[in-house]
């Protein structure tokens, strides 16, 4: 099993890292970290290249997300993916997808209402509902990076997972 070094200590277990190609093509470089009980105070002071200038956003993602696990005295298993920067074509549809969701979404709540309400409220409500999801959706840019970490840890009642994702904009 390799070790991820950083100032001459080892700081955290490397099960296997590799790339992964998704949706429109979006390739991600992911890290499979062991955590171990006594390692999460070293988390801060993982430096995972492929984050370049965000690797403290990515460290303090790292440590909120395994304190939400509440590990405990069990061994935490954390992947770390992080996409190469979005091209033009990739951002754009993301962005279809944002406004494909915001009308779904709106169309789900208005629906109901206009049946037990007049089609004019229920339009209201579609349209205020999509505008709000929207809003909520992030907008994705040429450059743009999506970073994502789920955490798993077995033991209790069960298998336990979480993640969290973030997008650290273009800064160019």
Known sequence: MARLHYTGKVVVQIEKTYEYA????????????????DDRARLRELYIS???GAHYQVNTMLVALYDRMQAGKRVCEMKVAISQPLNRRQADKLNDQRTYT??????????????????????AVTAITAYLAKRRLPTHHAGDVIISIQAS????????????????????
Do not use: R, Y
């Not at 949706?23 to 890290?31: A, Q």
């Not at 049946?115 to 409220?121: C, D, F, M, Q, R």
């Open 102 to 123: 915001s009308g779904t979404v709106g169309s789900t709540a208005g629906g109901p209402v206009g049946l037990l309400t007049k089609a004019i409220v229920g339009t």
């Open 50 to 52: 492929e984050a370049k």
């Open 22 to 37: 998704g949706n429109f093509g979006i390739v991600f470089h992911v890290s499979q970290l062991v955590v171990m009980p």
């Open 153 to 172: 840890v077995s033991g209790g009642i069960g298998t336990q997972q979480s993640s969290v994702s973030t997008i650290i904009k273009n800064q160019g």
